[in-house]
């Protein structure tokens, strides 16, 4: 190879590399660990791992496994983990909430079947100040549950596109509608509409400009106001579920959780 053909290479190579880089972001592998769940969920911000198996809630530390069981309420639909001093498990086909402690016992029970008004619960979770997130299905408005005094403050208008995928955290709620477009709420029903998502297989909405979501067994960073996608680079195949927080991204696959390192932009 003559020096002009090396120069041309070497031009190629490092323009491939930069470009790789800008349109993947890089991740490092922290460990792994081996469970057997039929659907894994995430993790606590003390590092407790949480999963599903035969419609079971278990809670794994790094001494035991406790289980939360209540067969008679159906399927489990979604658990919010984000504090584990108060666990909030929504079972959906009975309109019911159950609120558990950190060893997974039983606090509270709240059915909204029993509810004077009535609320269809299609999205839950933990609030600020004792609250709880609620989404109405039969009117499409978001609104606050106060675990104190039982009163609920809808703090959003009816509209007519229904909900398919939500997130939230003490301050805001976040949700995707069937037009695909994201909105933010704060506690203070402060309304933003952000953008939209492209296709997806499942998705986990970060924040108000962020969020991960997954297709065709690739993982994606994708920034909503700008409708920019990034291809984030693990070496698992087959993934079947993930979890991201606090720059720690988990990769549940073949029985086998793998932690990454994961710096957002």
Not at 56 to 65: F, H, M, P, S
Not at 73 to 88: E, R
Not at 127 to 156: C, E, P, V
Not at 159 to 183: C, E, H, M, P, Q
Request: glycine share 4%; proline share 2%.
């Amino acid at each position: 190879m003559n020096c002009k053909h090396f120069l041309v290479f070497l031009f190629c190579y490092f323009f491939s590399v930069a470009a790789f880089s800008q349109t993947t972001l890089i991740t490092e592998k922290l460990d792994s660990i081996r469970w057997s769940v039929d659907r894994y969920l995430g993790f606590d911000p003390q590092q407790s791992q949480y999963a599903i198996e035969d419609n079971v809630l278990l809670k794994r530390t790094k001494n035991q496994i406790v289980v939360y069981k209540n067969l008679e309420l159906g399927k489990i639909d979604h658990v919010d983990f984000q504090n584990p001093l108060q666990i909030v498990v929504f079972y959906k086909e009975f309109n019911t909430i159950i609120l558990l402690d950190n060893q997974l016992n039983e606090i509270k029970q709240i059915d909204f079947n029993l509810n004077p008004t009535l609320i269809q619960l299609e999205a839950v979770g933990l609030s600020a100040q004792n609250q709880l997130w609620l989404f109405d299905g039969n009117n499409n408005r978001l609104g606050l549950y106060a675990t104190s005094t039982d009163h609920t403050k809808w703090i959003s208008v009816p509209t007519s596109n229904s909900l398919i995928g939500y997130a939230s955290d003490y301050n805001y709620f976040y949700w995707v509608d069937s037009s695909k477009r994201v909105y933010a709420s704060s506690i203070y029903g402060n309304l933003s509409t952000i953008g939209f998502v492209p296709k997806y297989e499942s998705i986990q909405l970060i924040n108000s400009s962020t969020a991960l979501y997954f297709i065709e067994q690739e993982l994606y960073l994708y920034e909503i106001a700008k409708g920019t996608s990034r291809k984030i680079k693990i070496t698992e195949n087959f993934v079947d579920n993930f979890f991201f927080k606090d720059g720690i991204l988990a990769i549940f696959t073949q029985n086998k959780i793998t932690n990454y390192k994961l710096i957002l932009p």
